[in-house]
């Protein structure tokens, strides 16, 4: 992997719908290519959006990869003599046909996407010619939705041979998929589960029923579940999704509708679907508080993702587990699939939702077509783009000009002395990271040693719930005084238990329910990081702090020097890292 920006960073509206238009400019001007330099288009969906394009693949779900159909008719016509007016003709009978059927697609898209129609890659076939990548020595891959999560997963994993997880709520028809990893490549998909059997739609309608916003908010239902109480009943929502020999069930047939238009009170910038069945969910609120719904949601779809991933390991029959796919971000259920099967290896890829999807459909492609073989390793999670420092200084200078910012080095005496004041810190360093967690390099970081700076954050920055956890940034080498078990938990993917010297010396960054999501630094993942780290214990004795993603809630996490230093003259942050300057208001 080379560059991965998601549009939302740019756009500056979280989980952007639509067409990464600028996160594809992005990518080519930060790697210094053109479009010239492109051999492969990859989309993570098997639907063909361009089939006038003659130089395309359909890569489905079982890898199966077929190339565009060619036209029979062109042979015959040449035959006659008459190749260039036939040929004239064909092209302009295809040329129609399409802006025929696109012209009904467009119309089909504007009674779904209203005022968003812009974004939705039927009104794009404009900017890919404009930039070159409509031309035919440009081969244009359309991976399926699922086998671009496991190709993120596998193709990323460093595993020669593993059971190979892909699960969401829907995508291309499927909701999860089980696959066996091969070492020359191959995945063999083992299992499917159709999208109206899912278990990341459930958890949706829980999510939406608490009145979080879907496909955003399932952090929170997983943070409040900590406060519900176990052993006080049966769980009402035993028996709607469950697990038979790898394959999803559910007695709910999962249905969706317009999230805007059910919720007019609380939109979002995006054409948002929501799960129908959350109204039903939602009655479950009259005979029980809201925590102790949020626990019963957790445990029954932890309970299933423990099943899932144990069927699929005995039909893959492999000890090492790689998986991706949205619901991979629940922490807790990775934690228990990890403490309930002990699998050898476990990858999470970190850029798990729809996200990280380009990735995988990258991955696959180049699978596909024989540039790689065997898997590669995630070397780096900072992948995005970042910003020179002479870029950095003609930015910072005019800020400090008109608003009289104190400017100085930003040692890590000087980051510590202000941690130790109780201060915020934003990070704008280096490149950006992949995926929802920042790990460093756009992070919001702070003293742990005090439950109350949770607060502070949450006043400041988060403006969210209290009970939604900040995580710990961590030395490898003090791991063991934290917890028990392994250690190696670079991209806070998983949860552990946090030892009582956890609960004593740092309560900010553990849980209510004990656990904690860690992020475990060494010098060769962030080296900065880590510096800063041992500065810290050297001063306190504790190599650890908060890290929170740096974004004001609502917003993505920041993109560019402008967005880092918008949210300190907005008060959201004490304090900002920026390059190799520090930064606070006068």
Known sequence: MVCAIPEERLTRIKHYYGFPCKAIRAVLEYCG??????????????????????????????????PAPKSGGLLGLF?????????????????ASYEDKREKRIAQVRSAWGDFLPRHWVMQDGFLEDLGLFDERVRHYYVHHHRAHAASAFRLSGCEEACVLSIDGKGDGISAAVYKGQPDGRMELLRSSRSTDSLGSFY????????????????????????????????????????????????VQWEFRDYNKHHPDQPVPNPLSSVSYSEELKKLLDTMDREQFAFFAQEHFQKNMLDFARDAMRIAGCSALVAAGGV?????ANGAIRDGLEPSRFFVFPDSADSGLSVGAAME???????????SRLSSPYLGHGYSEDEIEETLRPYADTHGLKVAEATHQELVRALLEGKVIGTFLDRMEIGPRALGNRSVLADPRSAAMKDRINLLLKGREWFVPFAPMLLASDAHLYWRGPSDYRYMTF??????????TVPAVVHVDGTMRPQVVRPLDNSWACALLEEFKRQTGVGILINTSFNRHGL?????????????????VDGLVIGRRYVERQ
């Open 33 to 66: 290519l053109t479009t010239a330099d492109v051999d492969f288009f990859a989309v993570s969906t098997h639907a063909i959006f361009y089939p006038t394009h003659p130089n395309h693949y359909t890569v489905e779900l079982d890898g199966t990869c077929t």
């Open 79 to 95: 035959k006659k003599g008459n190749f260039i007016e036939a040929a004239r003709r064909e092209i302009e009978r295809n040329r």
């Open 204 to 251: 949706q309608a829980a999510t939406e029923a608490l009145g979080f916003i879907p496909a955003d908010g399932e952090y929170k239902t997983m943070g409040l579940a900590a406060l519900g109480k176990p052993h006080i009943g049966p769980n009402p929502f035993e028996g709607i999704v469950s697990v038979h020999d790898g394959v999803l069930h559910s007695k």
């Open 328 to 332: 991979m971000l629940n922490v807790k």
């Open 365 to 375: 492609a180049l699978y596909q077509a024989g540039a790689i073989s065997g898997p």
């Open 495 to 504: 949860a552990v238990e946090a030892s009582e010297y956890a609960k004593r």
């Open 556 to 572: 993505p996490i920041v993109g560019s020097p402008e967005d880092a230093l918008e949210h300190l003259m907005r008060g959201w």
